[in-house]
Structures are given as C-alpha cells and as structure tokens.
C-alpha cells in the first residue's frame, strides 16, 4: 500500500468511527422523542434526497445489469427492512454502549460468513479472537451475570444483534457489487428498492406520529441519521472496504465503543460499571487479535511514513 492509500484509509476510518460512534447517542436521544418506525420514515427521506443530490453531483450512472439485480434486491433487503428498521427498533430499547459493542463483534461474523463462501480462510488464532470476542459480549449483554437487569435492555441487545447479523451480511454480499459498480450507485439504489418495500410500514408511522413531542434534538437526529450515517457513512464504509478485506476493517474501527460509551455517559447519563469495561476490552481485543498481522503491517507502515 502507497503512503497515500494508508494516509487515505486512515482519514476515511477516523471519519467513519467519528460519524458512527456519535451516531449510536444521537439516535438514542431522538428516539426518545420519534416512534421508531417514524423515524425511520425521515430518516430515509433525508437519506435518499441526500444521496440523490451526492449521486448528481459526482455524476452517478444508475444502471445495474440485468443478472445483478437479483443481488441487488437481496442487498436492499437486508440493508433496509432488516439491517436499519431492526436497528432503530432495538436502539430505543438498548444503551449506546451495548450498540456500539455489539457492532463491534460485526467482524466475528463477516469473517465467518466470507469463510462460508470461500472469500476468506478462518486461522488459527481468528477462532481465539472470536472466542474472546463473544465472551465479552456475553458480559456485556448479561451485566456480568447478572440477569436483574431489565428485560426491555436485553430484547433491545437480541434486536441490535440480529442488525448486526443483516450488516455482516450486507457487508460481505454487497463487496462484489461495490467493486463493479462503486459505493453510491450500489448505495443509492438498495436504499431505494429497500425503502420502497419498507414504506407500507412506515408511511402509517409517520403520519400517526405526534410531533408535539418531537423537538430539536430529535430533528437533527433526522438530519443526522440521514445525511451522516446514511450519505457519508455507507459511502465511507465501501470506499474502505475497496482498499481491505471485509474483515480487516473492523480492526481500522475499533475506538467506536470508546467514542460511543464515552458520549453516552456524558449525554445519555449511562453508568459505565465494570461488566461494560471488561466485557468492552475483551470485544475490542478479540478483533484487533482477528487480524493483528495486518494491523503489525500497517503499524510498521505507518510507522515508516511518520519517522522517516
């Protein structure tokens, strides 16, 4: 890799863990204010004018050929209807914390479904990294053991987990496509087709929605779900994954918990007790220990180009 690719991937991770890591709390807040399925009514309303005036400006040709659409639809699929409305659904129950962890472990599972469809061989020490990552999941998810926690958290865990599921495998389905066509055109149009299967549902929420109750937080939290997590995080996330394997990314984004738990205490008002700093250590070591002889690579490049 040029010093210029690794100056280019290194702006393009701290521009994404900087957009998703606060995302986690923004969303929180406003859907303290929104119903979920409203939200996300807005939420993709801002996103897709956003894209389409991206889309316009970088001149975007929007023709997919004829055997890629099958792909497509699957993508828009699970991006959408399972990876985003699951999401939000499940981030108005949650903690950011507990989001932003449980996405971190996103890597466990791309690395094993791009193992189930020969992109990707599973070594030695990636089990040990996906066994330390999911213990300390699971003593994040049950407080250490502690099951008196309320019920509301951890149907709100089992949701974001399942979003988390539908984004390894929107990551890993979605790579070819985004090689052959580039990330807004693939992103633009699975929005798209995504949105317009999910609208029945979210057309009623929206106009059921009582926005007496919705202020300015929950407004920027529209505009911020939309235009940054939506128009610039998606197209940062394939422009990364078009320089690294799909699992190699999660170890270029592994300071998200710690920008997300650190936002949430201070705005959300969540207690960081230790079963969310052990079990958060015992995530984000698992996945740097995922792919640490890339990341010695990358250090030693980075290294070289700042000492030299």
Do not use: C
């Not at 699929?77 to 996103?106: F, R």
């Not at 390894?168 to 070819?176: N, Q, R």
């Not at 996330?237 to 394997?245: G, K, P, Q, Y």
């Amino acid at each position: 890799m040029t010093s210029a690719r690794l100056w280019t991937l290194l702006l393009l991770m701290v521009v994404h863990v900087t957009i998703t890591g606060g995302g986690y709390v923004v969303n929180k807040l406003a859907l303290a204010e929104f119903e979920p399925n409203a939200f996300a009514f807005w939420r993709f309303m801002v996103g897709l004018i956003g894209l389409g005036i991206y889309a316009l400006f970088r001149k975007t040709t929007f023709k997919i050929d004829r055997a890629d659409w099958p792909k497509l639809i699957l993508l828009a699929l699970v991006a959408v209807p399972v990876n985003q409305l699951v999401y939000l659904i499940g981030m108005s129950k949650t903690m950011p914390s507990h989001a932003a962890l449980l996405y971190g472990t996103t890597a466990v599972f791309t690395l094993l479904l791009s193992a189930a469809l020969g992109m990707e061989r599973v070594r030695g020490h990636k089990i040990i990294a996906i066994m330390v990552s999911l213990a300390g999941l699971a003593i994040v998810v049950t407080q250490g053991g502690n099951f008196v926690h309320s019920e509301e958290l951890l149907f709100g865990d089992f949701l974001i987990f399942l979003a988390v599921l539908a984004w390894a495998s929107y990551t890993v389905l979605g790579k070819p496509l985004v090689q052959k066509y580039g990330p807004t055109q693939v992103t633009f149009m699975a929005l798209v087709v995504g949105s317009v299967v999910s609208l029945p549902f979210l057309i009623p929420a929206a106009l059921l929605q009582d926005y007496t109750r919705v202020g300015a937080v929950g407004w920027f939290g529209t505009l911020y779900s939309g235009l940054l997590l939506t128009v610039v995080a998606y197209n940062v996330w394939f422009a990364i994954l078009d320089r690294v394997d799909p699992s190699q990314v999660a170890i270029l984004t592994t300071p998200q918990p710690v920008i997300a738990t650190s936002l949430s205490a201070v705005f959300v008002g969540e207690e960081i007790g230790w079963p969310l700093v052990i079990g958060g250590a015992f995530v984000i070591a698992g996945v740097v220990v995922m792919d640490a002889p890339a990341f010695r690579r990358r250090a030693d490049a980075i290294r070289g180009m700042i000492f030299k």
